[in-house]
């Protein structure tokens, strides 16, 4: 990623459908080389431009984060069942108290009791969940910030 | 939100740059009502289209959540401090056994344990942090899934 | 809920079978009116008029909060056995570290010991209980506190 | 406590406000009698008939168990000013992991952030505090069930 | 329990074999009276005689508290089972985070990793044990100090 | 210690007042010698003869274990302040997510609520307790076991 | 161990392969007598002079501790298994909020997964297991330090 | 590494003084080459050679890892304190919850008293240590396995 690069990404974080014309010109180099730059960074999978819904104008009033723990068995299946459901919007393996730590996005108290109670807790490998309400988002970034400077390990 | 809106998001969440002749050709309607519908939809904070970058592909390797507790005192500063480091791609406000939970996004093992060690545990009010290590992301959702139905709560 | 149907539980909440007479002279307006509010609420769902017992005084000398831990399946079923039991005097559903938290009221530290062992994790679907004996009762309201004002929901 | 006073007990969890007449008539003695039981059992503590409010309707849509861990020092003032907080319907004081388990009352999760993070923790000795959110209640007993039963300790 | 029972009882607590007749003249009253009390305290149970071993020169050199969970199921037979193992010098059944908290006398690490893997976690119905290894004992009371006075209960 | 100091030992664990000369008669060796032989274990501190009460016939009817943490500074004289209550029967030094065990003989929960908030609490040094309320006492043996037999190291 | 075997071996743990006609020299005693003592501190396995490879050199970039949880059951065979791994390089049984701890040694966060996921969980009588990723390595010396200094045990 | 370092390598880790010309004849190359070879990965620090102690020779009878949680403030100079004691064979900065996990090699279980105690929990910074006792030790391996494969990252 070079300094060019950087500068596309960065106009298309604020705005992922801002013309190819207007950035070329931000950035004073051709359209042509911001569409090729576009399609190499697509086709590299080093960026993505979506459409991301608000999950506060869609009614969800009970997002939780849910630590989960796995028993002795067929992980892959357990994981690839919770991955499936609509509720769950984030899951990562971790290391620490919990096996996942799994993001959900619920209507209400209602809708995250049921989930836990008749969906997440009856998937078989499941032994225990721990919730976390979230009362309040303070930060959700896209993905991770472009930088072009590498750190220097000191270990 | 309509089923027009419902068809448009569906759209853009998989290409946010899909442009709007294609859009308008699918759904069977007017480029200008696909236009018209977006602007709504964007000015009304249902969505918005962003470029997220693939933190693998800008070399993070030690990403973390981090549940943080914090003590007695102005926990608004706290909190502000957190959210503008550049590690933090994620900060939430939870109910459970930990005030904050964090998601950070270091590139390696050391610089994970230098943001923590010099970064998150100097903030003043930080008292306890707890890191669960991701091992591997097997779900990232963009946002919540859109739907038309509503929850018939049933308590 | 306008100011009379306030005036009205309020009174109710420190004696409940206070005389319609006497809660409408204070209130001044008619025992009609007072009657056909009282009617209304109690029809609504509002409040509830109702002899609540001391459990002091009914020799209640060991009342504990019990958190439970269920394991995968039919919690429906153990929940509502565990909510039949005399003991039992609250039982809700949480989020957080434990399943359910539990109220019982035993009468001393035998008949806890005998409710815990013998009654409550004998229950199928309960692996795991945790047991807060409680030692002095600060505050026992009884429901929420009534009030006109609506909050600003800052988020 | 005898047989009638037992059932006058019943008859008032059941309606606060039955008249004296339709309980004397049902236990088969004169309305004196009732009326002079009645007296004496509120005098003696042994019951309240009180009007008590469905948090549901008031809007609450947020309640939680707390519990709180305090430092060393003045309880009694740290308790004091937790018991008058009009949020927190129920404190106990407990042995175990916490020190404290109340009961608040907020409207939604915003109120709950701001009670937990403005008002509970600011409190001079509370040092910890983790978060119980009530997704679900199924029972919510009137003080504990009369009966005229003694158990005989086994110990 | 008189004044006269507690001077019996506080001679008997220093040294369980004083003749009576030393005791008679230090309380200042007859043998025969010391030697009925004495009988009258051992067939109520208010006291024992006993000789009690220090385990450092049985060469008891790994003492340790168990914390031990069980499972739903026969507790009483679990807790018998346990209850006669040689090791096994104090058993209580608590709430709390354990069901059962033990005190084991083993003789060195070895005896007491053989007892926690091989005796203690093979009764069934055990299924967790936590392990406080004892690395110093400060005081071992012999039962409750003896006291005249009643306390004022405040609740 | 051989077979005769443990037949010795065995009847003093029974009754520690049994006369001497019915001791020598069971194990078949002079008064004397059974004289003798107390005497040097006494002098040698391996047994003790001791008059125990019996806490239950004091009314104590809140006995308690409680896990206490200690904060850095000096130990030595938090540990003196709380071996010398009256309540305190048991104080050791344990290894593992307490720093010491107490265990507590209280009259009642009002005692035992008083003890910990005014009185162990209260401490300098002590952080944090977690009380186990005792339900039940199963076993309390005096000391350990004797013995003759080794066992044999097999690390 | 004498001050000659104390130099040798302090010698030693600098230079494992150090010439005894070096060591002779340094000591002042004679090659033989530097050749016998080694001998014998080798046969009664006091010291083991052993090649160490550096873990970061063979591309270990994730290294951690697990604490693992037994249920019930053959331990022996539990244990026997963990510790023929490759990623196992270190495993003892503790007491404790574990049951064993072992550290690990993987290559990357894919590899400990793995391992976790697809290795140690599926190892007979595993039930939990908690892994503390290992960020930095501060001090990792080679057994004990040797001295000839005897501590007086205060006790 | 190719397999000649390897199979040197594997030789030294079973006996670390071994004669070159024996590795060189077991290896079927010159003894220069070992030579050559061994000098190579000495100076690129890819192995080391050295005496290692085994504890249990030296008395070391109460060895144990102990979780260490920090506060806020100067790390680097509480891992350097706490790194230089004697009795710390291990040290590192783990994710999870403790910041800390350190090995300690205590004589008897006095000396792990005071170690904790008087040393450990009097170093500036220092707010918190679990102690996990060992009982047994099953697997010391010295650094990790050499081998010549490479892992194929799944993600």
């Known amino acids: 990623m070079d300094e060019l690069d950087l500068g596309l990404v ?8 801002k013309p ?10 051709s359209e042509g080389t911001v ?11 080093v960026i993505q431009v979506i459409g991301m819904i608000n999950p506060h104008q869609l009614g969800i009033d009970a997002p939780a984060l849910v630590g989960v723990s796995l028993e002795t068995g ?7 069942t919770i991955a499936k459901f609509d509720e769950v919007s984030y899951l990562v393996l971790v290391s620490g108290e919990f096996d996942l730590i799994v993001e959900v996005m619920c209507q209400d108290r209602d809708h995250l009791a049921d989930f836990l109670q008749r ?4 998937v078989p490998g499941v032994i ?10 303070y930060k ?3 993905g991770a910030k472009p930088t072009l400077e590498k750190r220097d390990s000191k270990e």
Not at 10 to 17: A, P, T
Not at 35 to 45: V, W
Not at 74 to 80: K, S
Not at 119 to 122: E, K, P, S, V, Y
């Open 35 to 45: 569409r090729n730059r576009y399609t190499r960074l697509i086709e590299d999978g």
């Open 128 to 137: 225990r969940t721990q919730t976390f309400t979230i009362l309040r988002t």
């Open 20 to 29: 190819f014309t207007e950035i070329a010109q931000e950035l004073g180099v």
């Open 140 to 142: 959700m970034a896209l």
């Open 74 to 80: 067929d992980w892959d299946e357990a994981i690839a």
């Open 10 to 17: 960065q106009q298309l974080q604020h705005d992922g459908r």
């Open 119 to 122: 969906t997440l807790r009856q």
